[in-house]
Nanobody
């Protein structure tokens, strides 16, 4: 139902764009977002956007990452600039439907080399 794209290996300072397309029964959403997880640590919110286009970001990515959506394509994007080795993680997209149901995409690995 959620398919993520954009797995990659980039050098520090580089950029990468992740995308996540919703299909099937996911036509509308309250929130679409990206989370990331490093082995041994809890999953953390990276960025989230509401259906009203309000956004919020983790402090560690503010000014570097931008979340956006293409509602016609039911797709959420995460543009990541000025990447740092600390951004290395498995990134997962998330959708919360108007009914409050959580949908998760399969994680995609982003590796930032120093």
């Amino acid at each position: 139902q959620l398919q993520a794209f954009g797995r990659g290996l980039v050098q520090a300072g580089g950029s990468l764009r992740l995308s996540c397309a919703a299909s099937g029964s996911i036509f509308t959403f309250n929130y679409m977002g990206w989370y990331r997880q490093v082995p041994g640590k809890q999953r953390e919110l990276v960025a989230r956007i509401s259906s009203g286009v309000a956004t919020n970001y983790a402090d560690s990515v503010k000014g570097r990452f931008t979340i956006s959506t293409d509602n016609a394509k039911n797709t959420v994007y995460l543009q990541m600039n000025s990447l740092k080795p600390d951004d290395t993680a498995v990134y997962s997209c998330n959708v919360i439907s108007p009914m409050g149901i959580n949908y998760w995409g399969k994680g995609t690995l982003v590796t930032v080399s120093s």
